[in-house]
């Protein structure tokens, strides 16, 4: 078995070149003035961080941070029920209604995110079929629904991978232990499943945090976010003197949240394996 | 006593079960509305006009007079499609190897690897993409079909190794090893033994891999220049003016849901009768 | 003489920090029932999968037939071994199982299929070639291991404690029919297990092995009888281990008493250890007795009672199969030859 040891070593280079080669450069492009287009001797300048004194920034920064905290724990509130209740069914119906909840998932996430623009819009064809109208588009509640119908169901699969698979007797343990039911769910069952909400909760605030696409259509450019920002900085100003370079100050941002995502969650998933 | 315990518990199941159905409709409203536009009878899909499937047999089968939008949408679908073959096959087969190899390591470096593997699916999108543009403007590749592949191949191999893993984990380990001691190779043992016995967790990975790669937007968007359009990325283009979208779009998708859940059907239906044949 | 096959010279292995095995040396005669018997992390297992190729050894050699194999791969070795939990191949059913060795070699077909047959037959299990690996039971796969492996004709078979995870009839059941297998097939057995009862039906030879080192090889009645020291004696069968020193050639003290022995050539009032085995006191009336006790606790235990008998202060275990009440008084004979006296261990 031991020799077999040696296929993961390609992996290794494999990852250091896409993953912490990137990294650095970013770090470098962010903390100097050279050009990503043109290498050349550079020198280390801190000016990229007058954007976080920009209001544009500044903004989009905190409509971010507070849509994706909203959406995340708007998430676990529907979510953690909803798999909890998937736990209690049949082993075919859970089959089935799992299966349910990653088909939506098999289309285009940006065909989603255009029916909602047809679900917002005045006069639209939902109006014509259901009788309802939710006029919203571009505002921060169209923004917030549309996140969290993206992102909810990675809230659900985590939390209801852990609950399905704790042992029923350790239930009936704490009952025959004297524990009452809340008991039991405060004691025994929430803190086993933590690494599963861990697990959604990134799965759902990092992905909120950095959207672009779904804003910019359901916000209609009214409601910045951080993404849209990014992708400007990226690619729509790219060749701009010192626009990648604070593009890539941006992404450091947003990276630091990442690796503090990833601190926690080696913390409750010791053998990195439950995320999907 | 007995009643009250009951009545507890039903309400308590109640509640789940409305909360259940009431995601499951917010799930699938947009999915409805996907639905709705593709057999609806208007260009511009924002009033229900009356139901017709000219959409589909315009998609399908209009080879003599495509509009030239839908020349290029069909153009897109092509490269979507070619890209996500192209990338399911290299990152399953590469994604595997790597399994087996960070199963076969002690236990701190194989979690080591696999907090390394975990990078890019924790990582939001955004964040890959502009770490594999930076990459590929850095070794001076020019963006287009082949940087799109090869981050397709790099989102989708963590997927393939976090669900081949656990199946490794679960067979003996001395079964490799009996296959050396009655004569094997060691490629002969990993294809006769190891292969066929976690061939649920690699279709499962190629599975992911595919849905994921057909469905991908941001990474493509970073890594792809200007040369070269995938659905996602020709949809974002035109998604400034929304009330340009041809409902052949929305066709496109749900022949694609169909797709998916005809293949997964197969698959474990073929799965069910191997179990049952046992 | 017999012929020596396998020989394991000065062999070292670690795992890390950890050392398994330190200047190990075994020899393995050819045709031979050897167990390696030990408790669990003795290094009995690594010693098996040395000599498997499994593992390959920091230093030292190991030969097969005169040959130095330690670079040679598993594959390439004419050694065959049957794994603990059997390592059976589930996504094949029990024919391809067993003709699995076979066709990596290329036999032709026809032959394949006659020796997968008749090996099935002598595994007793002809009519089951096509069951799936999954609907038999614990027995039924060990005997596709072993017919696994032995269908490949090796000159030696390891068997990793094959028949731990059967049930205690299963397991006395197939110690004869692997006993009688080996004597069969001619070819030499290599056994590992933790279970003295196992070690002591089934071998020629007995290694026993404690933490990397071998403490004692010799037939089962030798190692039963003449335990070199305490562990040996302790872990072979239950005994009663007491505190002495020989007074004289065939003269030993223990328990404030001397005892006429069958042992000699130690010095005078050397410290040493005195076994005997629970099933060699006998029960003489009180009045005849150079021991006599009193019954502490009686415990049945189907051919025969456990019972402890507390004589000034020191507790003896005796089984046999006469009935005493709790508080009888009773009076204990053993024979000279049954008393063992061992060399005191140097440090413990």
Known sequence: MKTLRRYSFPYLIWMILFVLVPTLFLVVLAFSDLSLYRLSAFSIRFDNFAIFQESYIITALSNSLIYAFVVTILSFLIGYPVAFYLTTLSEKTKKILIALLILPLWTNMLVRITAWERIFSPNSIFTDIFNVSIPILGTQAAVVIGLLALYLPFMVFPIFSVLDKLDPKMIEASKDLGANDTQTFIKVIFPLSLGGVVSGFIMTFLPSLTAFALPETLGWRRVPMIGMEIQKKFIIEGFQAFSINQGALISILIMLFSIASFILITRVDKEGETLI | MINSRLMKKKSRQGAGLLLTILLFAFLYLPIIIIFIISINNSTRGYRFEGLTLKWYSELLFNFKTPSSDLVIFREAIFNTIWVALRSTIIATVLGTIFAIGINALDKKRRVRMMVLNNIPVVNPDIVTGISLMVVFTLISFSLGETTVLIAHVFFSIPYVVLSVVPKLKRLDPNMYEAALDLGCSRLCAIWKVIIPNISTGIIGGALIAFTMSIDDFVISYFTSGIDFENVSIWLYTKMKNPQNLNPTLYAYNVLIILITIGVILFISLKRDRKEKQK | ?348
């Open chain 3, 1 to 348: 003489m017999k012929k020596r096959l396998i020989v394991l010279n000065h062999v070292k292995k670690s795992f890390g920090d950890l050392t398994v095995l330190d200047d190990f040396n075994l020899y393995i005669n050819e045709n031979e029932f050897i167990t390696l018997l030990g408790p669990s992390g003795c290094g009995k297992t690594t010693c098996l999968r040395l000599i498997g190729g499994f593992e390959s050894p920091d230093e030292g050699t190991i030969e097969f037939d005169g040959k130095v194999i330690n670079d040679l791969e598993p594959n390439e070795r004419e050694i065959n071994t049957c794994f603990q939990k059997y390592a059976l191949f589930p996504h094949l059913n029990v024919y391809n199982n067993v003709a699995f060795g076979l066709k990596i070699k290329k036999v032709p077909k026809a032959e394949i299929e006659e020796r997968v047959m008749q090996t099935l037959k002598l595994v007793k299990l002809e009519d089951y070639a096509s069951r799936s690996i999954s609907t038999l039971s614990g027995g039924q796969q060990q005997r596709v291991a072993i017919a696994r492996a032995i269908i490949n004709r090796p000159k030696v078979l390891l068997l990793d404690e094959p028949l731990g995870a059967l049930d205690l009839k299963l397991r006395q059941e197939m110690q004869y029919e692997l006993k009688e297998m080996q004597r069969q097939l001619g070819i030499t057995f290599v056994y590992v297990t933790h279970d003295q009862e196992e070690a002591l039906t089934m071998s020629d030879v007995i290694v026993i092995m404690n933490e990397g080192k071998i403490l004692q090889i010799g037939s089962p009645e030798d190692i039963y009888n003449e335990p070199k020291n305490r562990f040996v004696a302790n872990f072979i069968g239950e005994s009663n281990i007491f505190e002495g020193k020989m007074i004289d050639d065939y003269w030993v003290h223990f328990c404030g008493r001397d005892f006429k022995c069958v042992d000699k050539g130690f010095e005078e009032f050397e410290e040493v250890d005195v076994v005997i085995r629970p099933e060699d006191f006998d029960f003489v009336p009180p009045s005849k007795a150079k021991i006599v006790g009193r019954v502490d606790s009686l415990i049945f235990r189907g051919v025969h009672y456990e019972i402890n008998v507390i004589v000034d202060g020191h507790e003896y275990t005796i089984h046999t199969t006469k009935y005493r009440e709790i508080g009888d008084k009773v009076g204990l004979a053993v024979e000279p030859a049954n008393i063992h006296i061992m060399k005191k261990e140097a440090s413990k």
